[in-house]
Nanobody
Framework: EVKLVESGGGLVQAGGSLRLSCAAS????????IGWFRQAPGKAREGVSC????????YYADSVKGRFTISSDNAKNTVYLQMNSLKPEDTAVYYC?????????????????WGQGTQVTVSS
């Protein structure tokens, strides 16, 4: 079965850190561009970061640049989103998705994604 599973969310105080994981099964993540997205209550889903090892591109939304880092562990077929200096406005459900290429911080089409996501709550 081809799927992506997000994990690693939780409740953290402002200024804290979390590392989200996006684990793939049924396909090789390194063959695709991987995007991280988030959706806060009452708001549209927004792109946070996208990375593609196929062309070496990495993008971050201005709101997270310098605080979030996307990385991957090919042996574990997992992509991570390290989130530091978290702010209350980072509170959202975070999702990952695989695509054929990044389109800035978004992705150009979805190969696999929009699972359950992982909740990140940052308290002030």
């Amino acid at each position: 079965e081809v799927k992506l599973v997000e994990s690693g969310g939780g409740l953290v105080q402002a200024g804290g850190s979390l590392r989200l994981s996006c684990a793939a099964s049924g396909f090789t993540l390194d063959d695709y561009a991987i995007g991280w997205f988030r959706q806060a209550p009452g708001k549209a889903r927004e792109g946070v970061s996208c990375s593609s090892s196929r062309d070496g591109s990495t993008y971050y939304a201005d709101s997270v640049k310098g605080r979030f880092t996307i990385s991957s562990d090919n042996a574990k077929n997992t992509v991570y989103l390290q989130m530091n200096s978290l702010k209350p406005e980072d509170t959202a459900v975070y999702y990952c998705a695989a695509s054929w290429k990044c389109s800035g911080v978004a992705i150009a089409g979805v190969y696999k994604g929009w699972g359950q996501g992982t909740q990140v709550t940052v308290s002030s």
